[in-house]
């Protein structure tokens, strides 16, 4: 059995840093990205940002120059976000994506106050 689980998430100030992880484990194959998408309250599902196996890295355009996303293996991925703002209040989910299946998170709680 998959299991994805994401932490780190929390309560902090307009202009404060958290840095989230997601850890997979069980009988997952063929990770070739890893993902953050976020959620806010009445909202759609947001993507963030994404890491391949290869290293390449990619971010939607409202975090570029604040988050960060990483790994330090095949199945442990980590978003570092800086300068946070109240609209980067949210749900976040990792998602990992392989073959043939995607498996995601629980979400971790984010909530930015101003």
């Known amino acids: 059995q998959v299991q994805v689980v994401e932490s780190g998430g929390g309560l902090v100030h307009t202009g404060g840093s958290l840095r989230l992880s997601c850890a997979a484990s069980?009988?997952?194959?063929?990770?070739?990205?890893m993902g953050w998408y976020r959620q806010a309250l009445g909202k759609q599902r947001e993507w963030v940002a994404t890491?391949?196996?290869?290293?390449?890295t990619d971010y939607g355009d409202s975090v570029k120059g604040r988050f960060t996303i990483s790994r330090d293996n095949a199945k442990k991925v980590y978003l570092q976000m800086n300068n946070l703002k109240p609209e980067d209040t949210a749900v976040y989910y990792c998602?990992?994506?392989?073959?043939?299946?995607?498996?995601w998170g629980q979400g971790t709680q984010v909530t930015v106050s101003s």
């Open positions: 069980g009988s997952i194959f063929s990770i070739y990205a």
């Open positions: 998602k990992m994506t392989s073959s043939p299946n995607d498996y």
């Open positions: 890491i391949t196996t290869g290293g390449s």
